[in-house]
């Protein structure tokens, strides 16, 4: 198995930046902002044919109040995973008391633990880093991490004992279906994402935008293999004042595209609103599968649900395909009834036909109800065939296709829905008109051709005159 390498410190040391730099990626969320980083992110690492596991842990030992005691029970758990512990001070703050706190917890644990001086450019580093020997654990690795500075030395100290990997390509596994968990803040998907794993994975607190980077979570459940991914609650644009806040909503658009199916998470009390209909949109632009589900169902009032299912009803008309759950993610109600829907998301969004087959639909649909007439001439739709899935794709080609009306396009699409029995993933027809070879091409003849030709139309019209006397 591969080692487990677990960033530890206080906030504001740089352990996201220097995840980033093990792991050769962006994947974590940087700013000069502390606490930044709240749950634990895992990523993959490679150096000199060493494969590990390097987890990105928030801050601790600042404070044991509201959200803090959240985060630090996060990196405790990391801790216990770990194999290997990086200890990270900041060179430039000095030794704080909250890091000799941490030593001290750490000491306990028996685990190979390492102590990392980052942000050693621009100071003097034997006087910055003489005081941090009082903690007892060796001399401090230098890193810059902003820099990239001191990084391979400081991987090849830290991964001195572990054996290189004999067969490496034996670690590219599949990561399974990619299930994004989307909405607004507060809407409960952190929740959601804890009662879907059966553990508290990511920290759930009652506060808007506890969740600030999306969070790739692998696990398995009935012998299939699943990606979860958490990601940070998107408000109204107008809203978004903070930079922090900005990059987590782009984060959450990517993780959003990245995903095989959406699940989008509604509050039931506060209603539908126009952002959670601006959501599902950039789920349809991206033609990702989709599952809705309407959190906090539990403790409202007959009057309440009933007011809420026909908001639903008519807020959600123009996704009819996509299936509608009522859920409490905090009690468990209604929660593994979401898998069966996503199953049959992905296996639809993943539609395989023969182009034979498509054909053969496309005729007999064009035969129950012909297209329109364009300009005087019906369009003639010929053959089909898949362009692409997730969503699945159908090309149509024929003539004069590309200017079908919307209303037949749909048409064409809720046929294809019922007859291969597709739910929760949008379905897009492409049309392709057939090219004229001839187009624009000029008539070549010869002079004898011409004169022939010109004789016949001179005969046509004495024909044509003394027949109108």
């Known amino acids: 198995m591969k080692p487990v390498i677990a960033l530890i410190g206080r906030p504001n040391v740089g352990k996201s930046t220097l995840f980033n730099q093990i792991t050769k990626s962006r994947d974590a969320l940087v700013a000069d902002f502390a606490g930044l980083t709240r749950d634990r992110k895992y990523g993959d690492a490679t150096y000199q044919n ?15 109040g509201g959200i803090d005691n959240y985060m630090a029970e996060q990196s405790k758990t990391a801790i216990n995973e770990a194999d290997i512990i990086i200890f990270v001070v900041d060179a430039r703050a000095g030794l704080l008391a909250s890091d000799e706190q ?12 390492y102590l990392v001086a980052n942000k050693v450019d621009g100071v003097h580093a034997e006087a910055a880093l003489v005081e941090f020997y009082k903690l007892g654990m060796g001399e401090p690795l230098q890193v810059a991490a902003s820099h990239g500075r001191g990084i391979q030395q400081m991987l090849e100290d830290v991964l001195a004992e572990v054996p290189e990997d004999e067969n490496p390509e034996e670690h590219d596994k599949d990561t399974g279906l990619r299930l994004a968990i989307i909405g607004r803040p507060n809407v409960g998907k952190s929740t959601l994402v804890n009662r879907l ?12 935008g506890t969740t600030r980077d999306s969070i790739y979570i692998p696990f398995e459940r009935e012998g299939r293999k699943y990606t979860l991914i958490d990601t940070a609650g998107v408000r109204r644009k107008g809203k978004v004042d903070e930079m922090i806040e900005k990059f987590s909503i782009v984060k959450t658009l990517q993780a959003m595209k990245d995903a095989h199916v959406v699940v989008v998470v509604v509050d039931a009390r506060e209603g539908i609103v126009e952002q959670d209909l601006h959501l599902i949109g950039y789920a349809l632009e991206a033609g990702r599968a989709m599952v809705i589900a309407i959190n906090k169902w539990d403790n409202m009032s007959e009057y309440d649900r009933k007011q809420c299912k026909l908001d639903v009803e008519r807020r959600f008309d123009f996704i009819p395909w996509a299936k509608i759950h009522l859920i409490s993610a905090l009690h468990g109600t209604g929660v593994g009834d979401l898998y069966p829907s996503i199953h049959r998301a992905y296996e639809s969004a993943n539609l395989k036909v023969s182009p034979a087959k498509l ?9 129950a109800h012909q297209p329109p007439m364009i300009s005087g001439r019906r369009i003639k739709m010929r053959y ?19 200017k079908t009306p919307a209303d037949y396009r749909r048409y064409l699409e809720n046929v294809f829905r019922k007859v291969y029995k597709l739910e929760g993933t949008p379905v897009r027809i492409d049309f392709k008109t057939s090219e004229n070879p001839f187009e624009g091409r000029k008539s070549q003849v010869d002079e004898r051709t011409a004169a022939r030709r010109r004789r016949y139309i001179q005969k046509f019209k004495k024909a044509e005159k003394k027949f109108n006397r």
């Open 50 to 64: 060493k494969s590990f596991i390097v987890v990105d842990t928030g801050g601790i030992g600042e404070s044991e």
């Open 197 to 208: 794993l059966g553990e508290d994975r990511v920290v759930a607190f009652d506060q808007p």
């Open 384 to 402: 089909a065939h898949m362009g692409g899935q997730n969503p699945p794709t159908i090309v149509i080609h024929g003539n004069k296709v590309d």
């Open 359 to 367: 054909t053969q639909i496309l005729s007999d649909a064009t035969e």
């Open 102 to 113: 941490i030593a001290r917890e750490l000491r306990t644990l028996g685990k190979k633990i």
